[in-house]
């Protein structure tokens, strides 16, 4: 299972910091990552981490966003930096995948969406 969790209310420029805490099973060996849906649009990739330090990002959160992840408690984190309206969204955290992948089909397991909000 995966729990994500820091979501809220921040206004433009400021800054957040996502967990998505997983229980039950390890995910050390496989793909997580981060979605965002906005209302009324389809759910999209936003970043990616494997077991490596190596990342991806869509190009709309590059340099903005850091995904990281603590291995020893089973955790992932995504810092958002330089928050702007567009970046509202329910963002999911996923996980399961073999490689780095932008695709939702790729991810197994998902987690039940936080709500980050970017309004002055």
């Known amino acids: 299972q995966l729990q994500a969790s820091g979501g809220g209310l921040v206004q433009p420029g400021g800054s957040l910091t996502l967990s998505c805490a997983a229980s039950?099973?390890?995910?050390?060996?496989?793909?997580m990552g981060w979605f965002r849906q906005a209302p009324g649009k389809e759910r999209e990739f936003v970043a990616a981490?494997?077991?490596?330090?190596?990342?991806t990002y869509a190009d709309s959160v590059k340099g903005r966003f850091t995904i990281s992840r603590d291995f020893a408690k089973n955790t992932m984190y995504l810092q958002m930096n330089s928050l702007k309206p567009e970046d509202t969204a329910v963002y999911y955290c996923?996980?399961?995948?073999?490689?780095?992948?932008?695709?939702?089909?790729?991810?197994?397991?998902w987690g039940q969406g936080t709500q980050v909000t970017v309004s002055s």
């Open positions: 996923a996980a399961g995948s073999s490689s780095i992948s932008r695709s939702r089909d790729a991810y197994g397991y």
């Open positions: 039950g099973r390890t995910f050390s060996s496989s793909v």
């Open positions: 981490r494997g077991w490596s330090v190596v990342a």
